[in-house]
């Protein structure tokens, strides 16, 4: 069965330096998602991604957060200044049409020390 | 009022018990419908779209209710492995495609 892959599964990083997340979406999907999951929280919608751009996004996703999708097969979410409050665990997803569930991918956990 | 209300649970259960969970959401422009089941710290996974018709596969029914905003989920002859948190996920429709919004799903446990 496809598979959306995440990486890393988890990563330590100190307040106020950069991370990326990277994902690579399902090859035939052309639907692109992040969303965040806080420990004991909902999972909560960070930002769409269709034809290269951004479709939509959260008021979590604000100027620290940006998306790109560099080549034809990965889709990365940059976080510019980590805060404590980021952690969290991160799930990528993909779906071949807009009318579709989401396939999640496994998941970065991220904790800022 | 939120988006998504389902009763948290945690619904413990024997092996084998029917089991039924319940939710209702609250933005009548929502379109499709699904459930999603989520293992402790694990991503959510699609257990089943829903259909204003309701649908079946294999032990598990749901049900829509447009007119009341109510969506449904049954659950027969439960398994041990059954045991996650369930998830019922509408799609808001905004910007160009919108997105999933979720709750925070109700825990069921299925006991030998």
């Known amino acids: 069965e496809p598979e959306v892959t995440q990486t890393p599964s988890h990563q330590v990083t100190q307040m106020g330096q950069e991370v990326i997340l990277r994902c690579v979406p399902i090859?035939?999907?052309?639907?692109f998602y992040w969303y965040r999951q806080i420990l004991g929280q909902k999972v909560e919608f960070l930002v769409s991604f269709y034809n290269n751009e951004i479709s939509e996004k959260s008021e979590i996703f604000d100027d620290q957060f940006s998306v790109e999708r560099p080549d034809g097969s990965n889709f990365t979410l940059k976080i510019r200044s980590t805060k404590l409050e980021d952690s969290a665990m991160y799930f990528c997803?993909?779906?071949?049409?807009?009318?579709?569930?989401?396939?999640f991918g496994s998941g970065t956990r991220l904790t800022v020390v | 009022r939120k988006e998504v209300e389902q009763d948290p649970g945690p619904f413990n259960v024997p092996e084998g018990a029917t089991v039924a969970f319940n939710c209702t959401y609250s933005?009548?422009?929502?379109?499709?419908f699904f459930w999603y089941r989520q293992d402790c710290r694990k991503e959510p996974k699609l257990l089943m779209s829903?259909?204003?018709s309701g649908n079946e596969d294999g032990r598990f029914t749901a049900q829509l209710n447009r007119a009341s905003q109510y969506i449904s989920l049954l659950i027969r002859d439960s398994k041990l492995s059954d045991s996650a948190t369930y998830l019922c996920?509408?799609?808001?429709?905004?910007?160009?495609?919108?997105?999933?919004?979720f709750g925070k799903g109700t825990k069921l446990s299925v006991k030998p």
């Open positions: 829903v259909y204003s």
């Open positions: 997803a993909s779906s071949a049409d807009s009318g579709y569930g989401y396939t």
């Open positions: 933005n009548s422009a929502s379109q499709s």
């Open positions: 090859s035939n999907h052309l639907y």
């Open positions: 996920v509408p799609r808001r429709y905004g910007g160009s495609q919108g997105n999933l919004i």
